[in-house]
């Protein structure tokens, strides 16, 4: 196993559901990984695998959001995946089909032969690249609302997630008229209906 050094007495403290969104939790973890790519120890790109494996493992059995851990962690393993391939020192032609095939047995592949020296500037970029694309995706998906909501539309929703939220209040900004029928639950109660209710209100005009 890679040597973690004192990383793991550094992992970041993933709030629980009550105190920061997905989003939060995402950035959490994503720039603790961000952190092991520049100060952790690995010299190629199976040992940084091998990190991002023993740190992912990690931030799981300290967090209670095991989806958002390791969705964002699987993501990070492939962004190391994509950035080693483009490094393949075999002929232009291997290093394309290998990139059209990323779903394919990758067993065959000597991931020790992609240096720390190579891969970690690449790396570094595609990380911040995806740290924009998650900060985005909410006004992303919020501005995709007038193309699902319809006038006069009745919606139904279940619990509370500021993503729905957001995407029924820029449709209702825009002043698209459609009721929202809100199934509370558990640990969240009635906190969206509460929400909606003070933040709507009717259209302008």
């Not at 924009?132 to 006069?152: C, K, P, Q, T, V």
Request: with cysteine; net charge neutral.
């Amino acid at each position: 196993m890679v040597p973690v050094g004192g990383y793991l007495d550094q992992i970041y403290s993933i709030p629980s559901r009550h105190a920061q969104s997905d989003l939060s939790k995402t950035i959490a973890v994503l720039k603790h990984l961000s952190k092991c790519v520049k100060d952790g120890k690995w010299n190629n790109a199976r040992e940084l695998i091998d990190l991002a494996n023993t740190v992912g493992r990690a931030l799981l059995s300290r967090s209670s959001e095991e989806t958002v851990v390791h969705n964002t962690v699987l993501r990070f393993l492939k962004l190391i995946r994509e950035e080693s391939i483009k490094l393949h020192p075999g002929r232009t032609n291997e290093r394309d089909e290998l990139q059209l095939n990323l779903l394919s047995d990758l067993s065959s592949f000597d991931w020790s032969k992609i240096r720390r020296s190579d891969l970690i500037e690449p790396l570094t970029t595609a990380l911040d690249d995806l740290e924009l694309e998650i900060n985005s995706y909410m006004d992303y998906i919020s501005g995709l609302s007038l193309n699902f909501i319809h006038s006069d539309e009745l919606i139904l929703t279940v619990g509370k997630s500021n993503t729905v939220y957001n995407f029924l209040k820029y449709a209702a900004k825009k002043n698209r008229q459609f009721r929202v029928i809100v199934c509370e639950g558990f640990p969240d109660n009635h906190v969206c209906h509460f929400n909606l209710s003070n933040s709507l209100g009717p259209p302008d005009g």
